[in-house]
């Protein structure tokens, strides 16, 4: 199993920057991807970014060009750079971790452990 615990959520205003972090325990070795989904109450989760084992990385539209996804050789720490940071970005991000090769990156069934959650406020 691998255990994710985040950080780095907080409240800013519209047009600021965030850094959100995800530090990753346990069976790291066995990760094929990792991700960062977002939740607002009363709605679906959905997913915001992904990276995979061999670095490449996707992007839901709402936030391509605003927010980049890294993760440190190995798994041990999932990094989201949140700028220009809008309103309709708050929500509850997770970090999520993957020991499965293959499926779409923005499912949230692809994944196989999550973190619980940091809470991104963004004011107007």
């Known amino acids: 199993q691998v255990q994710l615990v985040e950080s780095g959520g907080g409240s800013v205003q519209a047009g600021g920057s965030l850094r959100l972090s995800c530090a990753a325990s346990?069976?790291?070795?066995?990760?094929?991807?990792m991700a960062w989904f977002r939740q607002v109450s009363g709605k679906e989760r959905e997913g915001v970014a992904a990276?995979?084992?061999?670095?490449?990385?996707s992007y839901a539209d709402s936030v391509k060009g605003r927010f980049t996804i890294s993760e440190d050789n190995g798994w041990s720490t999932l990094t989201l750079q949140m700028n220009s940071l809008k309103p309709e970005d708050t929500a509850m991000y997770y970090c999520?971790?993957?020991?499965?090769?293959?499926?779409?990156?923005?499912?949230?069934?692809?994944?196989?452990?999550w973190g619980q959650g940091t809470q991104v406020t963004v004011s107007s």
């Open positions: 990276i995979d084992s061999d670095g490449s990385s």
């Open positions: 999520a971790a993957s020991l499965r090769y293959g499926g779409s990156w923005s499912s949230s069934v692809k994944y196989n452990s």
């Open positions: 346990g069976y790291t070795a066995r990760i094929y991807s």
